[in-house]
């Protein structure tokens, strides 16, 4: 501390040591907050192959348990499971050995659906196996064992809906009751043979009686 002219006390100035600078304050770089921890990255745990074949056929069994599957189906099913082509085909090749997997036993319960809960015909019942996923072959196969009925099918069917339309012309019943038949397969001189004899037994009594259709305008 020094005293001036005035007889006031003045701080010395501070001397570096060693010759070095003293850095002004406002040189000095601003603080900077901590920088926050770099996320850490959890590595997806990479399972086994035996692993992932038994959760694939965790998940076949529980699907066939709720109805029957095709080959087709049932190799989806292990595909949304990551299992290589191998695997599936290995598993497919059990399950088939087993039982549990048959396309021609299925094709077979799948005609006698169509048939009996929804009077379909041979088109109709095609196409719902080929949705399934069947080979054309088995397909075949199935529909060949079938007696060549589509005409009396087709006309069950529509007897049991020719009541139902009483209230309409016969020229809009027939439209609409084609409609139906061609939606389950019977196309063509079967739905329309089919239709008309329906009606017209409708019409007359015979075998359903008591049915009349009003005169078309």
């Not at 996320?39 to 959760?55: A, F, G, K």
């Not at 082509?85 to 169509?114: H, K, N, P, T």
């Not at 041979?122 to 196409?127: Q, Y």
């Not at 309409?168 to 329309?192: E, K």
Request: charge should be negative; proline fraction near 6%; hydrophobic fraction near 40%.
């Amino acid at each position: 501390m020094t005293v001036d002219d005035g007889g006031e006390a003045r701080l010395a100035p501070v001397i570096p040591l060693f010759g070095g600078k003293v850095t002004p304050a406002s040189a000095l770089p601003a603080p900077r907050d901590a920088a926050p921890p770099e996320p850490q990255h959890t590595e997806p745990v990479e399972r086994q192959p035996d692993e992932v074949r038994t959760v694939g056929e965790e998940s076949l069994v529980r699907k066939l348990r709720a109805r029957s599957l095709s080959i087709s189906e049932a190799r989806l099913v292990l595909r949304g499971h990551d299992l290589d082509r191998s695997q599936i085909d290995d598993v497919i090749d059990d399950f088939c050995r087993r039982g549990y997997l048959d396309d021609v036993i299925l094709a077979e319960q799948l005609v006698i659906s169509g048939i009996e809960r929804k009077g379909q015909g041979r088109v109709a019942l095609s196409r719902a196996l080929a949705q399934r996923g069947i080979p054309r072959d088995v397909i075949d196969i199935a529909l060949g064992d079938l007696p060549d009925d589509d005409a009396e099918r087709a006309l069950e069917f529509a007897r049991t809906k020719a009541r139902s339309m009483a209230r309409l012309d016969f020229d809009t019943a027939l439209r609409r009751l084609m409609g139906q038949l061609a939606r389950r397969g019977y196309g063509g001189s079967v739905a329309m043979s089919a239709a008309r004899t329906a009606l017209t037994e409708a019409s007359s009594g015979k075998p359903t009686g008591g049915v009349r259709f009003v005169d078309s305008e």
